[in-house]
């Protein structure tokens, strides 16, 4: 089917090749015959050839002429059976060097003038050294790696060392580095001998081959290698040749090598084609039988019943759920999983002259997917497991806390009602402005209870603090110091929420410093609270009084000091005479 169809598609294509081919044999034979009326008629047309066409060259001018008219056809064919572009340009590179070598040969071996016997004798070396590197070009592509940086800087490499060989090459009647020869000998053409650069030449062309059939090798399916393999025998066989020739061996140097050379590569080429090598036009259907998958192709005017009239190695029969969804396919794609056979799904699409069905086992897939069910269901009762697990030890890590909080808060209120009530009893006999003092310091204390009775109930109703609530609180602070005659500042800066075991550190420090105030001379005290990073807060309190003693070093900093070594915070508590500086900085989330 496929074939067929690409006939018809390709009829006006091969009409136009064959044409061109034609046309192209023509002129061929139209160029040979004015080059018989172009040359000297005397030499061209003398019984006694051998003084003009050397080791009986002349005896391979009609296979030479044969040649041209074959390549005018079989080059443009071959180059049509190509459907990648950039292969074809390369295979009609190779076939238009090899017809015009073939004319070249056969108008050198007519001319008298040496100049240019030895113009067109250096013309050899064009197809020697650009039809391997085009064949390097054709391995490249074959092999889907042309694109890459590497390969094309090892492209315009190779173009840039046969641009320079040939340079040598045409100037070598000035320097003598390829062929050397006495130019005022008679007999120059025969009598010339190799110079090293020779073999840089010919070392160039074959290590070109190499790495065509390397390539070819190395990319290539295991079943097209021993076919690459014997393709590599032929071209064997040219170098060796080739070496006999450069050798001087005499029954090889008697032949017509630019003949061989062509003919041995040709054919190489055409076995690359025949035997899949490069991709080709003829291959299309053998591809399409060896596709890995149960294709089958329908035609749209099949009856019901009928069977597939393409379909590949690994088809099976078309079963009654396959027939039914080519029959379907009429409206557009169809997908169809049967219940009869679960793991069979057919694929049915409408394309270019039929339909094809597509049978996909998926058996496999099926299976896999069952594991694939059966695991993520245990995953899922494993998540649900660690769900729970995670909510029980959330809860315990939160009643840890609410506990390790409530004994806090007892200890401290139970310390701070004790002071006070100390306070309360040495009140009685002391004079106005101590009892006053002591009171005051009683009020603070239960100033300090209230707040951290407060934080229970906060707790236990999961409440955490606001700005707002903060800001009143330290306001009613800074308003009691000043009635006890405290200079006193506040600025609350902090994010909206506050957690409660935060607000319970800040006011240990807080109340401890406030406190500690009081018995100083003239004291002032500056607060301010500010978020500190993501996730803190950090409060800052500064004491500065009339006294010339380290405040840090008191009985009631080295206390504070103490508390704060247990809580989970970062501290700085810094004095100098008449000063005193608190930094502390608490976790939101604890």
Request: charged share 20%; proline share 3%.
């Amino acid at each position: 089917m496929v074939r067929k169809a690409a006939a018809r598609v390709r009829a006006a294509d091969r009409r136009q090749v064959l044409v061109a081919c034609a046309a192209c044999a023509l002129a061929i034979i139209v160029l040979l015959l004015l080059s018989e009326g172009l040359l000297d008629h005397d030499i061209w047309r003398s019984a006694d050839r051998d003084a003009f066409y050397p080791l009986g060259h002349y005896n391979t001018t009609p296979h030479m002429a044969a040649t041209v008219a074959i390549l005018s056809i079989w080059g443009p064919f071959s180059c049509w059976r190509c459907f990648d572009p950039l292969v074809r340009r390369y295979m009609a590179g190779c076939f238009m060097l090899f017809a015009g070598w073939m004319l070249v040969v056969i108008v050198k071996y007519a001319v008298v003038w040496d100049p240019a016997v030895e113009l067109l004798w250096y013309c050899f070396y064009v197809p020697i050294l650009l039809v391997p590197m085009l064949c390097v070009f054709t391995a490249f592509r074959a092999a889907g790696v042309d694109g890459r940086p590497a390969v094309v800087r090892c492209r315009r490499a190779l173009l840039a060392i046969n641009a320079l060989l040939l340079v040598v090459v045409f100037t070598n009647g000035i320097h003598h580095a390829v062929f050397s020869f006495d130019a005022t000998d008679p007999d120059w053409s025969e009598n010339y001998e190799y110079a090293p650069l020779y073999y840089a030449v010919y070392a160039m062309a074959v290590g070109q081959f190499v790495a065509f059939f390397a390539l070819l090798f190395a990319n290539a399916y295991r079943q097209l290698r021993g076919a690459i393999v014997i393709v590599s025998l032929v071209c064997a066989l040219a170098v060796v040749y080739g070496l006999a020739y450069v050798l001087r061996v005499p029954f090889f140097f008697s032949g017509n090598f630019s003949l061989s050379y062509t003919w041995f590569v040709c054919v190489a080429i055409e076995l690359c084609f025949d035997f899949g090598i490069i991709p080709a036009f003829a291959h299309y259907g053998r591809l399409f039988q060896t596709l890995p998958m149960d294709v089958k192709v329908f035609s749209l005017s099949a009856e019901r019943g009928d069977g597939p009239v393409y379909a590949t190695f690994q088809a099976g029969p078309v079963s009654p759920q396959g027939r039914s969804c080519v029959e379907a396919c009429a409206t557009g794609p169809v997908r169809l999983i049967s219940d009869v056979t679960l793991d069979v799904v057919y694929h049915a699409q409408r394309v270019s002259g039929g339909i094809t069905l597509v049978t996909e086992d998926v058996s496999a897939i099926s299976s896999r997917r069952r594991v694939l069910e059966q695991r993520h269901a245990a995953l899922r009762s494993s998540c649900a497991l660690l769900e729970q697990e995670r909510l029980m030890r959330e809860r315990l890590r939160k009643q840890e806390s609410e506990r390790a909080l409530y004994d806090e808060v007892d200890q401290s209120i139970s310390e701070a009602l004790g002071r006070a009530r100390e306070l309360m009893c040495q009140v009685e006999g002391l004079p106005g402005d101590e009892a006053v003092f002591k009171l005051t310091i009683a009020k603070m204390l239960i100033s300090y209870c209230k707040r951290k009775g407060g934080i229970v109930l906060a707790r236990r109703s999961d409440c955490d603090f606001e700005r707002e609530k903060l800001q009143l609180i330290v306001g009613e602070l800074v308003t009691d110091l000043q009635t006890a005659g405290v200079s006193c500042g506040a600025l609350v800066e902090t994010g909206e929420m506050i957690p409660v075991d935060a607000v319970s550190v800040l006011y240990d420090c807080l109340y401890d410093f406030s406190i500690a105030s009081l018995y100083c001379v003239d004291p002032v005290l500056m607060m301010y609270f500010s978020d500190y990073s993501d996730g803190a807060i950090e409060m800052r309190l500064a004491l500065s009084t009339g006294e010339l003693c380290n405040l840090a070093e008191s009985e009631e900093m080295q206390e504070l000091r103490v508390l704060l070594d247990g809580r989970d915070v970062a501290y700085r508590l810094t004095g100098e005479e008449g000063s005193l500086v608190l930094v502390v900085v608490v976790r939101k989330e604890r």
